[in-house]
Each structure stands twice: as structure tokens, then as C-alpha cells.
């Protein structure tokens, strides 16, 4: 009877510290896809040359970019950098540097010598050192032709560029990017072949080896994808996170966050299954908005809630592990696809496109989600400045609404609040609650009421959607002196508590 009596304290010491677990956001790898920087004047862009820093400063400390040949075109009769001639009348400094390059190394490595030094010093000086980039991808460069030669004079070159001018400033190799892709169908043994000639080539001179990042895709059997990781130390998963994204594009109003920890179990699998049990992986996030035609998805607080959700551990119960639930622990580091949608000015003939998801004051508001979350030492959602909810708003965990934050339910919105608390926090660690340290407005109106509810038939986030019940959600509650909250015409259903 003791015996068993200890092993219950066990168990129940060690639920509650795995509940309570965080990622070290400190050491966390955080990066985005195509980051901008000023060559992209040359294909129109135009205020890109801080966008570095701007990345940067909201708490990345990686990126990269999409790579194009000097000569590619965007479509026949029409070269990829078509302004090319007149940016580099416009900067003579690195019309020079470019010369020097192609006299080197001849026309072709030239320009991929050029393109990534000027990105790498571009990213050190703008950050002081904080930002690294991610340089590939290599097999579209070199794989085609198995130009191993080339290869290896393009890696000793810019390692060395990068020990003499911006030390420590190249994050790794990104082999490939959805190579199994009906598009690319790449071979895993070239694939592994890249890796062998660009190690001897680090070792040849001398330099440290970098990482080796490959992008792949856990929807895909594991025959396929299991040999590209044999030789890779940082796995990034994309698209299986992109829980917005459907084909053909729609409004998705109930987003599937086990998506997230589902492939992270699966590319693990996958990944241990070739011996390689020590990559890390890193999950891509949605950053740009699937379908044009309707709301903005992610939102605000959908951001905030993707992130916080991928930066803990969750529960994988669906499809195949349906048979074995279990609690995974998050991903080794997050990355976000991508820049373009995020921010960015883009001259068509006489106009001037903008994009942008990326400022305060705008629709969306990414970088703030984003750069809360990283910083947040809360498992929830922390609501700082003044968030609006309107529509109906999908809430997986607890929410707070720090001091001196202020949360505004427009009239007419439906809150729906999941029957599990998915971060495990507050008072109640199984339901969701909204913790009001600020300043909570949900105002409707007699024609338009706000209702706050249960969303226990949500298909995407319960294996087995239920009718609503008593309890199902926490409900909303104040916690310091200085909470307020202002509730007219506001139905509160099937919470534990009202306020």
C-alpha cells in the first residue's frame, strides 16, 4: 500500500512539473523566411533597407532569403531583377564588390558570392552581430549539375568572407527546402552528397562547420523524407503548421493547433528512424494571410495564441495517435513564413503596393504578437496596449489582459472558449480562463448582444465534439486592484464562475 501510495506522489509530481515546462525563449532559435534587404530595390521594393533590424528587433535571431541567379527570369521576356542596371549605377560601392566577385570566380559563382556576402554583412551590421542568416538553398544551386567543384570554392569563399568581415554571422547550410515536393523530387542521396562536400570543404580551410537546416514535410510517408535527414542537424517542418492554410483558400474558423505537435512527433519518428536522434526541429508558423478574400487569418490573437501554443508542450490524440495520446514536448525553435507577407512596399509601374501586417496601428499587428509571446514567461496569452475582439474569436487557453491593457469586445462578437485549457495555467489549470488585470470592455448593444461561451463542438480542436455543458470554460475573473470590467448586454454561458 505505501509503495503504491509513493508511486501516486510520483506520478502526480512529475504531471505537474511537465505541465508547468517552458521552452528557454532565451536560447530559442526564432527565424524568418526572406527577409529583405536593400538588393531587393532592384526588383522594385522600396523601404527595405531597415528591415533587417526590424526583424531583429522584435526578437529573431535568424533568417533568410530566397536566392534567383543573376539572369533568371520572372516570367519569359522579363528578367527576375529588372532593375538591376540602374540600382547599381544608384551604388557604385557594390557595383565594385560585384566586379571583383565575377573576376574571381567567373560570372555565375560571382553573383551567388556577391548576393549572399552583401546579405550576411548587411544582417551584422544592422544588428550589431544579433542576427544570423541561413544561406541556400544548395541544391537548387548545386545539385542539378552535382557541381561539387563549385560548391566547394562557393563555401570556402564565404566562409572565409564571413571570418574576415562579419564573424559568426552565417547560422548554416539550408540544403533544401520541400525537396520531396511534386515540384522538386530531389534525390536524398545528392542530397546528402551537398552535405559530405560542403563538411570537406569547412574542413579544407580550416573553419568551423556550420548547421546543416533542410524544410521538410511530415504529411509525406517516412520512405520519402526519412533519408534527407540522415546528415542534418536542424529539422524545419513546413507547411504542417500553417493550421489557416486550405486548398482550395477559405475563411477557417476553427483553426487545428494539434497540427503543430503532431508533426513535431512525426518528423521526430521520422528522424530517429535514419539514427538521427539529435537534429533539432523547428517549427515554420503561418505568417501571411491564405485567403485574400476574407478576415485577416492570423489575426491578432490568433498569432499570439499560435505562438504560445507551439512554445509548449501538447496533447497529439488525432489521425494515427489516436491509439497512443500523449503530451509532446515543443519544438527546439520556431520559424516564420514569411517576410513578404509581413511587410513591404512594391512599385507596380506607377503605384506604389504596400503590405503590411508587420507595424503597430495596422491590421494584424504581427510584430507585437510575436514579440510578446518570445518574451512572455506566462503559460497564456498576455494582452498588452488595446486589443479588439470582433466576430467570433476562437480562445484555446487562458488569456490575460495585463495592467495597463485594455481588452474591447465590439458588439455582435461571439467568444467561444475550448473545453481545455491547452497552456494549463491559472487557477484552473483544465479550463480556460480570462484573467483581467487591466481593463475588459465587452459593451452590446439590444440589437447586437456579445455572447461568451463554450466551444465544445469545435471539430478541430476535440476528437469528439459535445454539446455544451456547465463548466466547460473557467469564465472571466479579475486578479489585482486594478482589474476592470465593464460588461453590458454580455451573455456568459456554461462558465464555472461569473463575474
Not at 519569359?76 to 542596371?85: E, N, S
Not at 493550421?243 to 477557417?252: D, H, K, Q
Not at 512554445?311 to 513564413?337: A, H, M, N, T
Request: proline residues 4%; contains cysteine.
Amino acid at each position: 500500500m505505501m509503495r503504491n501510495y509513493i508511486l501516486a506522489i510520483l506520478f502526480i509530481t512529475a504531471h505537474a512539473q511537465f505541465a508547468i515546462s517552458e521552452t528557454p525563449l532565451d536560447s530559442l532559435e526564432v527565424g524568418m523566411f526572406n527577409v529583405y534587404f536593400s538588393l531587393d530595390e532592384a526588383i522594385g521594393y522600396r523601404d527595405v533597407r531597415d528591415d533587417l533590424a526590424e526583424v531583429h528587433a522584435v526578437g529573431f535571431n535568424v533568417v533568410t532569403h530566397y536566392f534567383r541567379s543573376e539572369y533568371s527570369l520572372e516570367r519569359p521576356g522579363r528578367r527576375f531583377w529588372a532593375g538591376l542596371p540602374e540600382w547599381l549605377q544608384r551604388n557604385p560601392k557594390q557595383a565594385k564588390r560585384l566586379r571583383e566577385w565575377k573576376k574571381t570566380y567567373g560570372s555565375s559563382l560571382g553573383w551567388a558570392l556577391f548576393f549572399w556576402s552583401e546579405y550576411i554583412q548587411e544582417a551584422y551590421t544592422q544588428t550589431d552581430g544579433g542576427l544570423k542568416a541561413l544561406i541556400g538553398e544548395m541544391y537548387g544551386i548545386f545539385g542539378p549539375r552535382k557541381d561539387w567543384d563549385a560548391l566547394k570554392t562557393f563555401v570556402k569563399a564565404i566562409s572565409k568572407f564571413e571570418q574576415e568581415h562579419c564573424p559568426n554571422s552565417i547560422a548554416g547550410w539550408y540544403i533544401a527546402e520541400e525537396p520531396n515536393s511534386s515540384r522538386k523530387r530531389y534525390s536524398p542521396e545528392i542530397a546528402n552528397q551537398i552535405v559530405e562536400q560542403i563538411k570537406s570543404a569547412e574542413s579544407d580551410v580550416g573553419v568551423k562547420h556550420h548547421k546543416i537546416y533542410i524544410d521538410v514535410s511530415a504529411t509525406h510517408k517516412r520512405k520519402r523524407v526519412a533519408p534527407f535527414l540522415r546528415n542534418v542537424d536542424a529539422i524545419m517542418l513546413s507547411p504542417d503548421a500553417y493550421i489557416w492554410a486550405t486548398n482550395p483558400p477559405e475563411y477557417v474558423e476553427e483553426a487545428q493547433y494539434e497540427r503543430v505537435h503532431h508533426a513535431v512527433r512525426t518528423i521526430r519518428e521520422y528522424a530517429a528512424s535514419v539514427g538521427n536522434q539529435k537534429a533539432k526541429v523547428l517549427v515554420v508558423l503561418q505568417t501571411y494571410d491564405w485567403n485574400k478574400s476574407g478576415p485577416l487569418q492570423p489575426n491578432h490573437i490568433n498569432m499570439h495564441q499560435q505562438v504560445r501554443y507551439a512554445l509548449q508542450p501538447g496533447l497529439v490524440d488525432r489521425g494515427e495517435y489516436g491509439y497512443s495520446p500523449k503530451w509532446i514536448e515543443p519544438p527546439d525553435g520556431l520559424w516564420f513564413w514569411w517576410w513578404h507577407d509581413c511587410k513591404s512596399k512594391q512599385r507596380k509601374g506607377n503605384d506604389m503596393i504596400a503590405i503590411n501586417r508587420w507595424d503597430a496601428n495596422t491590421e494584424g499587428n504581427w510584430a507585437e504578437a510575436i514579440k510578446t509571446e518570445l518574451q512572455n514567461r506566462e503559460n497564456a496569452v498576455v494582452i498588452h496596449g488595446n486589443e479588439k475582439w470582433s466576430g467570433k474569436v476562437h480562445i484555446i487557453g487562458d488569456v490575460i489582459i495585463a495592467e495597463g491593457g485594455t481588452l474591447t469586445i465590439e458588439p455582435g462578437t461571439t467568444v467561444k472558449f475550448s473545453v481545455r485549457d491547452h497552456f494549463r495555467s491559472g487557477q484552473d489549470t483544465k479550463r480556460c480562463e480570462l484573467i483581467v488585470r487591466g481593463k475588459l470592455i465587452a459593451k452590446g448593444d439590444k440589437k447586437r448582444w456579445i455572447t461568451l461561451t463554450s466551444d465544445s463542438m469545435n471539430r478541430k480542436q476535440l476528437a469528439k465534439p459535445r454539446k455544451s455543458k456547465a463548466g466547460d470554460w473557467y469564465g472571466v475573473r479579475k486578479e489585482g486592484k486594478k482589474a476592470v470590467i465593464e460588461l453590458e448586454n454580455c451573455q456568459v454561458e456554461y462558465a464555472l464562475v461569473t463575474p
